[in-house]
């Protein structure tokens, strides 16, 4: 179902304009906001942007919703990169970024509570004088209700897990407006079924995450951020299965391919040789980064390193990380004006990376596509981003055949359509190819706990067979 | 509903025997074995043993136990301390211990491919050449698909986590007879609802787990083990707040009260001063390991530490390790000839440890009840093993008493009604103490993935209300 007029569910709209006044926002301007996505989907503004403030609220406007079989889509900071909180059925956009209260920080529990709108900057910011920090790193400041919803990951996962392993306990609003609490505050627990896990990662199709209890890290004594520079791609990657295989506790372990390092060059002036690199990170004691980082040396030279770089400094460690997290508009860099970026990313077993990777440049050069490459390769995980003419269709399509080539490949090598972008709307259709009949319970799953199918309709599950979609 | 004939399925046996010949056992001796369990749980034999050798099979045996409303316990080394293994409705034990290979072992990623009825010994007995090792340790030499479908932990898990860490991908046999594989081998993904941590710790009761892809360690270069006594056992607790607190990476750090000590003197004449002990592990680098047993001696220090001894040789180190895993035993020999063994456990945030051991302690005196407290407290967790009279109900309504009132306790410092030992039959009275209204969202997912409820009925979830249970 495509949205035809601004007023599909004009009941719907009216009850929330009473129950929310001017928190519910019709204007187009707000509407376009939050119809766009920092990639290709084609933008889909929602009927009507709502605001809550409480858990109360958004429990009755899920209510309301329920009543009226209007689509709610839960959306935060709006970095998803696969169109999670695009309202393409139509219906609301439930804006969380005034749910942004960092509720309790326990130093001595090592957790924090928080609203979902609260960005990961701003718990770092607001927990700093506490020695402790939230380390998941996706690069955007996203929200932590969009990270959990989306299971996001980045670049210290390799050292700290995702977003899977870093939330303890949720607070959520169920499709009936249930509000239900998931998991405790205890480090572990053997009581029921896993809810926590079950809304993480579901894209806002099962429910809307409200509260978040979050694990927090201590700074580490000692950091050490270095780069280093390779003849090959196939070299960095090899040092990097090496490394991991020697449980070397890597706190990042990120590539860049030549492409990426271009992109790194024009956007930001990075005066980096255009070479495939690793950007690395060091953390623990003064004594243990020593034995680290020598340890890496040791690996990286046997692969034929050919130049490396290390930063101490606070402000030089950012400087790089602030680099790194800029490769999304690094790589829009190379396309020039007016075009935008396809990206699309995969995870596979870690011995397979280097295959996964040569593939993936050999396969971009072939179709002549302007495609970098960058990755939490200490995951086995790496990012696509190819420049596109948005006006294009064929461009678009030699795009997206692109990312269904390296999805294929990457079931091939036993691993994941998606290492954490998810798959909102452009991975659908990958769906069946990578959970076979797993779908179908997912399915059931979907239909038991939203029979009305209010929650980010069209999201995530492939249609069934025999509906429009 | 109570067993009342060792036939109350007749037809499902009859078919299960045209299906699996002399593999559907139901001697006497055959169902007694399987009606056991570790605990003081009354036995429960089922009407038949039923030893698949393939998922094929488990799945044939599922569709023809559907077929006639037959309910499926699957068991494993029935190590399970909450009766989840007990056919308490009728129906047949499905017992996974003839499918114990190692299917793969994939050294450069760091996994291995494994059927349920492996236990933790023999796949790490397996692997040995390797290098590697699989940490979780529930103690008990526990099948890994037990280990997975109860959430196990046990001494390592406040370094690498419980099963719900340690577990990459699963097969299952739904309730229907499909087959599903959630999960991959590589190591994050972000496509689709997580089934993996759906099933586990779901006891059974959503699914059979006929294949695990777990997670491997390198076995680390230095490991150093050592025991250290305290006063009271409120300064050996604070000292283990302080230690975790601190960021210190300990393998394990294991809580032994006087009581407990006492018990492991009358089992294995440790020679212990009966006195708390902590027990530690510390694994890494040379450098390491001695960087953070200093790190550790200087905290405890702080707190009064009155003796520590290490042990760097393998068999000090396993010696040490195989009595603590007799702690179940040592709480028996307590209670001397004839007594059974009430066990409890209950996880709370760390930093009101000393305040949920110190009230465990004095409850139980306070009720002439002799138990012990043997506890992971680097995750909060810990246990308490009560000597029953078991032909004297009043004594087991005492021990009962107590067990509930540790888990309100529990809940009411943010902690979990169980860190590791799970609901099964025992805890199920406590389901809407700690998850309230996300109990009737864990019924909704049980009816829609096992609307005949025929996989472990009983279990997990509490009677619902008006129904005979």
Known sequence: MTLDTPSAHPSAIDALRDLLGDRLVTTTADRDAHGRCETWYPPTPPEAVAYPETTEE????????????????????????????????????????????????????????VQPGVTRHALNEDIR?????????????????????????????????????????????????????????????STGYDLTHLLIGSEGTLGIITELTLRLQGVPEAVLAATCRFATVKDAVNCVIATIQSGLPMARIELLDEMMVRGFNLYSDSGLPERPHLFLEFTGTPASVTEQSGGFADIAEEFGMQAWQTATRTEER???????????????????????????????????????????????????????????VGDGNFHCGVSIDPTDRADLARASGFGHDLADMALRLGGTVSGEHGIGLGKRDLMHAEHGAAVDVMRAIKTALDPQDILNPGKLLPPEEGSEA
């Open 58 to 113: 958004v429990s009755e406007i899920v209510k309301l919703c329920q009543t009226h079989r209007c689509p709610v889509v839960a959306c935060g900071a709006a970095s998803a990169l696969e169109g999670q909180h695009l309202a393409i059925s139509g219906g609301i956009s439930l804006d969380m970024t005034r749910m942004n209260r960092v509720l309790t920080v326990s130093a001595e529990d090592l957790h924090a509570v």
């Open 129 to 189: 004088a506490t020695g402790l920090y939230f380390p998941v790193d996706p690069g955007a400041d996203a929200s932590l209700g969009g990270m959990a919803a989306t299971r996001a990951s980045g670049t210290t996962a390799v050292r700290h897990g995702t977003m899977r392993e870093n939330v303890l306990a949720l607070e959520a609003v169920m499709a009936d407006g249930t509000v239900i609490r998931t998991g405790s505050r205890a480090r572990k627990s």
């Open 318 to 376: 950012n400087a790089l990380w602030s680099m790194r997290h800029k490769a999304h508009y690094a790589s829009q860099a190379l396309g020039g004006p007016g075009t935008q970026l396809y990206v699309t990313d995969v995870c596979v077993p870690i011995s397979r990376l280097a295959d996964a990777v040569t593939h993936a440049q050999s396969r971009a050069r072939d179709l002549g596509l302007v495609s970098t490459i960058v990755g939490h």
